[in-house]
């Protein structure tokens, strides 16, 4: 996905098809540096369980991440996005093991707009559950 998308050579109902992210826990120690979130859930499995997490889970903002690098990927221009966001649905649980999670995103372009933008709408999913909800991003096309 990393040819510039034509706004002439979209359609309404287009789907984009999904893409896999594998996360495991050293990703969400390295965002946890980059970020400044550091809170233990997202880090100690004991201290998540303590609290009541079935494990340690991903940052909500890592997610939206994965969602935001489908779109640009897509787009072929991380700058072409001019309008995200989502609303967090379920969590990423990332058991500490080889595997890790894998967040599944896919899109479908729902409407056109002036000036060469389109809506894309978003799906992302761990296993059969939607992490993130009212997934949108506004995408200015060439």
């Known amino acids: 996905?990393?040819?510039v998308v034509k706004y002439d050579e979209i359609e309404v109902g287009q789907e984009i098809p999904a893409v896999d992210y594998t996360v495991r826990r050293v990703d969400l120690v390295m965002y946890a540096g980059a970020s400044g979130d550091f809170n233990q859930i997202h880090w100690n499995e004991r201290f998540a369980k303590m609290?009541?997490?079935?494990?340690v889970i991903a940052h909500g903002m890592y997610t939206m991440a994965q969602a935001g690098r489908f779109v640009t990927d897509w787009a072929g221009d991380p700058g072409a996005v001019v309008d995200f966001g989502v609303r967090f649905s379920s969590m990423v649980v990332v058991p500490d093991d080889d595997r890790g999670a894998t967040i599944s995103v896919s899109g479908v372009v729902e409407e056109k707009l002036e000036?060469?933008?389109?809506?894309?709408?978003?799906?992302?999913?761990?296993?059969?559950?939607?992490?993130?909800?009212?997934?949108?991003?506004v995408v200015q096309l060439a």
Not at 51 to 55: E, H, Q, R, S
Not at 119 to 137: F, Q
């Open 51 to 55: 609290v009541g997490l079935p494990d």
């Open 115 to 137: 000036d060469k933008r389109v809506v894309v709408g978003l799906t992302a999913k761990s296993g059969d559950t939607r992490v993130l909800s009212k997934a949108r991003a």
């Open 1 to 3: 996905m990393s040819a």
